[in-house]
């Protein structure tokens, strides 16, 4: 081997001036080595069988140096490098610009010497083992159950529900407790809470954060897939939300250039899958958007995907009390948005509907109403109590609808309330929120068919009433699920009445001995469209007056507890 043939093996081009410098001195204090101790100690024969090992263990000593001095040489470029063991058998330093991986991982690792590194691959793969979960192939049991009831791809079709893991201490886990997302897998959402230098590009649906090369070289993974939206598991739901990219990445001029940097952290979430509808506006942004924004008290700032101007100028009140600066619509825009941390997705806090676990939240459903009430100026926070010889009438909001599940004989039941002693206000909920909730939080008694305009309730006061009317077909488990169990939870005294046959229109459209009218379970079993499209969707409701007036009645009862 011929005293030049070690530099020969290594391109330095790459590594910076000091380091370069550093390494030829060495070198050469390698080659120092080789003529004294190898030229003059041994003879051609013994020079022959210890030069190529003495080389190698000049080398690691190099590297090890610079492995232990790296804080005071600057970046360490050696961790790009790998050694071959080529055909020829002479060893071959080269600079890899192929992957940030270590060859550890590739198929060639019986012929490849990491040089970087000196843990064997059993334990290089028990620290990868450690590494950021964020796949959900694994189910359980309990999400299945919950699925059965909300996922509506899945409506009585048990042999198809979507199982999603629980969170687990194994699903949340960051390198060296820096720039790794710390992703949480729950049933219902999933989200990434994120700290570092975080680069926003909304042309791409990117959140890049910015690592050193030693922590991505110790991460699993360097990107994963979000879909900001707490809906997870309703296939039809999730498809109609983009898809966000989050990707470690190496700092250098190829990486997107801060245009705007922000202060505060930032939330991204979601206004698509079903945002349109009223109860999934609350129960999958809004509710979600309230537990992981309020510990930040509005120094917070919102970024919104799938965004539209309708939705968000129906629900700014809300988004103005939560944070304190202007949202930001970020889908396609051209700006780099950067933060020092942040949050991608939400935080759904509780598998039921419209709820609060305060054992996953700091906050319940209680400190949510307060939160309304606060924003929205409302002044009742109690129902009226009904004294004996007291004056004062209970007002009964009657809640209506122009299109399907409408009451054909409104002034009928006003007369009725009207009878009994009730106030009654006929209005039917729209865009403007603010409105409506002034007039529901007025009132002592709410009544409607099941629906949407039923999400309401989170603006009426302590103790009121709600009368849920199920319309005709199989409804009870999206009335219980969807409104029962939520009211009670917000201390809500709840009512229902289950209309009979006689009282559906779908009478007037189909014989007495359809499966419609006679069966419904085998509609039910069809699925969802089927059941959605002829007892939600068709049906209005013609109220037996009579027939309901001990509802009204019973509410009158306990208005006076």
Not at 14 to 23: A, D, E, M, W
Not at 425 to 440: H, T
């Amino acid at each position: 081997m011929s005293r030049s043939s070690a530099h020969n093996f290594i391109h330095l081009d790459n590594l910076p001036r000091t380091n370069r410098i550093c390494v030829r001195v060495l070198l050469r204090l390698v080659r120092m080595m080789y003529d004294t101790v190898l030229a003059r100690s041994f003879s051609k024969h013994e020079q022959k069988r210890l030069g190529y090992w003495a080389l190698i263990a000049c080398l690691f000593i190099v590297l090890s140096f610079f492995t232990i001095f790296k804080p005071y040489l600057g970046p360490l470029q050696v961790l790009h490098l790998r050694l071959s063991m080529g055909e020829d058998e002479k060893l071959h330093l080269y600079n890899d610009t192929t992957s940030s991986w270590l060859i550890a991982k590739e198929e060639t690792i019986d012929s490849t010497l990491i040089v970087n590194d000196k843990r064997s691959s059993q334990e290089e793969a028990e620290i990868m083992s450690r590494a950021l979960i964020v796949n959900d192939t694994d189910r359980t049991h309990e999400e299945a159950e919950s699925s059965e009831i909300t996922s509506k791809d899945d409506f009585m079709v048990n042999n198809t529900n979507i199982s999603l893991p629980e969170a687990t201490d194994a699903d949340a886990v960051t390198k060296n407790n820096k720039m790794e997302p710390l992703c949480t897998i729950m049933g219902r959402s999933d989200f990434c809470e994120i700290k570092g230098d975080i680069r926003i590009d909304g042309s791409s649906y990117t959140v890049f954060i910015v690592s050193s090369e030693t922590d991505i070289l110790a991460a699993e993974n360097t990107s994963w897939r979000v879909r900001p939206y707490a809906r997870k598991g309703d296939q039809a739901a999730m498809g109609a939300v983009r898809e966000w990219t989050l990707k470690l990445v190496a700092g250098g001029s190829d990486i997107p250039q801060c245009t705007r940097n922000h202060s505060v952290p930032g939330i991204l979430f979601s206004a698509g899958g079903y945002a349109g509808n009223h109860f999934h506006a609350f129960t999958d942004i809004i509710v979600p958007l309230f537990s992981t924004a309020r510990p930040y008290n509005g120094e917070v700032q919102f970024l919104i995907t799938n965004g539209w101007s309708a939705w968000i100028t129906k629900f700014k009140t809300i988004l103005k009390a939560l944070s304190r600066y202007e949202l930001i619509n970020i889908d396609n825009r051209k700006d780099i948005h950067c933060f020092g941390s942040m949050t991608a997705g939400l935080k759904r806090p509780s598998y039921k509907e419209l709820g609060i676990d305060p054992s996953k939240s700091p906050y319940s459903i209680k400190d949510f109403r307060k939160f309304l009430r606060s924003s929205y100026s409302l002044r009742k926070t109690r129902a009226i109590t009904i004294r004996d010889g007291t004056k004062k009438r209970p007002r009964l909001l009657i809640i209506s609808r122009k299109t399907s599940r409408a009451f054909t004989n409104v002034g009928e039941i006003v007369n009725m309330a009207e009878s009994l002693g009730f106030r009654v206000v006929v209005a039917e909920p729209g865009m403007d929120v603010s409105g409506f909730s002034k007039i529901i939080n007025s009132c002592d008694v709410v009544m409607g068919v099941h629906g949407a305009g039923l999400t309401n309730i989170v603006f009426l006061p302590e103790k009121a009433v709600l009368i849920q009317v199920i319309p005709f077909g199989g409804a009870e488990w999206l009335s219980r699920t969807f409104f029962e169990e939520p009211a009670k939870d917000m201390n809500i005294r709840y009512l229902d009445y289950k209309i009979k046959v006689e009282e559906s229109t779908l009478i007037q459209q189909y014989p007495a001995d359809h499966a419609v009218l006679r069966d419904p379970s085998v509609i039910g079993k069809q699925g969802w469209l089927a059941f959605q499209s002829i007892y939600l969707q068709k049906q209005n409701v013609t109220i037996d007056v009579n027939r309901f007036r001990p509802t009204l009645v019973k509410a009158l009862e306990l208005l006076h507890q």
